[in-house]
């Protein structure tokens, strides 16, 4: 099992930045990819960015490249996200979450990964 616990979250002003955590624990060894999710009101759950847990291979959303930045720290067990220029269709509840499954890509479905945090509401006011 592996836990997952996000922080970071709040209000800001468009063109704003905020930066996103997520701390694992439990069984963060048995991690292969770790990503970045968000989900609007009445829409459904999608990806924003995903990292390989021991490699270097990084994915992005079309509609955040140039703009969040993903990085971990496996000492930590902490992955971050970095949110630069944010605009008011950046608003959302952002989950981060963990795949345990063998993968040597970066999954960009929900239901590719097994274990999520609780979510944080990230807030773009105009």
């Known amino acids: 099992q592996v836990q997952l616990v996000e922080s970071g979250g709040g209000l800001v002003q468009a063109g704003g930045s905020l930066r996103l955590s997520c701390a694992a624990s439990?069984?963060?060894?048995?991690?292969?990819?770790m990503g970045w999710f968000r989900q609007a009101p009445g829409k459904e759950r999608e990806f924003v960015t995903g990292i390989r847990w021991t490699g270097t291979n990084i994915s992005h959303a079309d509609s955040v490249k140039g703009r969040f930045t993903i990085t971990k720290d496996t000492a930590k067990n902490t992955m971050y996200l970095q949110m630069d220029s944010l605009k008011p269709e950046d608003t959302a509840v952002y989950y981060c979450?963990?795949?345990?499954?063998?993968?040597?890509?970066?999954?960009?479905?929900?239901?590719?990964?097994?274990?999520w945090g609780q979510g944080t509401q990230v807030t773009v006011s105009s």
């Open positions: 439990g069984r963060p060894f048995s991690i292969y990819i």
């Open positions: 979450a963990a795949r345990a499954d063998y993968s040597l890509s970066i999954r960009t479905s929900p239901n590719d990964y097994n274990y």
